[in-house]
């Protein structure tokens, strides 16, 4: 299949063989034009989310959830938001006619994702500029909103396609699995990151150090064992589509395979600090956990 139940982020492990080479969400089966606009939504998203930091320093408390209700409005009336608004407003209206041309059976249902997406975003500023940290399973669960891979797979894999089989119980399984080991993968990876964002930055390591009372670094290594029990389920759950007989389930199944790996792979290629090893203190309490 490809994928195989691994750490990520953790120094001295190897790639697992058959992980694909692809970024986290581009699609280039899709053709240039499709795969064009994945990348484009991604590095929007990067924007909305350090625009969501820079926002939470006093003298631009403001900014920020001005700039929310501006993304929302041009996403509910993106015909009356052409060229006007600043730039991630304008961006994301040109995002909407890009999809609405592309994938017009999926603009709707893409359109809603991106409304959790960005409702995340201002979920997680709240979250800093309140100096609160919620409990890790409501993180998590808030988390999935948040993750831009969910807004790309609510896209058919070619255009003028049905955008897939999400109503299939086992599939959205699936996809909240993908999701959450993407979500904490990103959280691990960028947590020396987010510390410069101060105590309060919303992150998965901050909710078990701070909520549950643990040292970073054993937070840290509980973060992935966590993570890992959910890639356990999913490597499961798709070796149990893989015996679907409908074509969509599986096709559906190998490309949420196809983003969790090309994730792995990204991550590893980005140059982000690496984590220390972790202490024999880190280590005892992870295996006791």
Not at 32 to 39: F, Y
Not at 224 to 240: P, Q
């Amino acid at each position: 299949m490809g994928l195989t139940v691994l750490n990520t982020v953790i120094p001295g492990m190897t790639t697992a063989g058959g992980v694909s080479g692809l970024g986290p969400y581009l699609d280039y089966d899709a053709g240039a034009e499709a795969a064009q606009l994945t990348s484009d939504f991604v590095e929007w998203s990067f924007a909305l989310e350090a625009v969501s930091h820079r926002g939470t320093t006093r003298s631009r408390q403001e900014d920020f959830p001005i700039l929310v209700q501006r993304l929302l409005g041009a996403l509910q009336h993106p015909q009356a938001r052409m060229g006007a608004g600043d730039p991630l407003s304008r961006a994301l209206t040109d995002l909407w006619w890009r999809v609405e041309e592309l994938h017009p059976s999926a603009v709707h249902s893409w359109s809603a994702r991106v409304r959790n997406h960005i409702v995340a975003r201002w979920w997680e500023y709240q979250c800093r500029s309140r100096l609160s940290i919620p409990p890790f399973g409501h993180y998590v669960t808030r988390r999935r909103a948040g993750v831009a891979a969910l807004c790309v797979l609510t896209l058919p894999r070619h255009p003028g396609l049905h955008p897939g089989p999400w109503a299939v119980p086992t599939v959205r399984r699936l996809a909240l699995a993908a999701v959450d080991v993407i979500g904490l993968d990103h959280d691990v990876a960028l947590y020396p990151l987010s510390l410069r964002s101060g105590p309060f930055a919303a992150n998965a390591v901050n909710c078990i150090e701070m909520r549950e009372g643990h040292p970073w670094d054993v937070a840290v290594y509980q973060t992935v064992r966590r993570r890992d029990e959910i890639m356990v389920a999913f490597v499961k759950g798709c070796e149990l589509l893989a015996a679907e007989n409908d074509t969509a389930v599986r096709s559906l199944s190998l490309r949420l395979q196809d983003c969790v790996s090309g994730h792995i792979a990204w991550l590893r290629r980005t140059g982000l600090p690496r984590l220390p090893v972790r202490n024999q203190r880190a280590a005892q309490a992870s295996d006791d956990w």
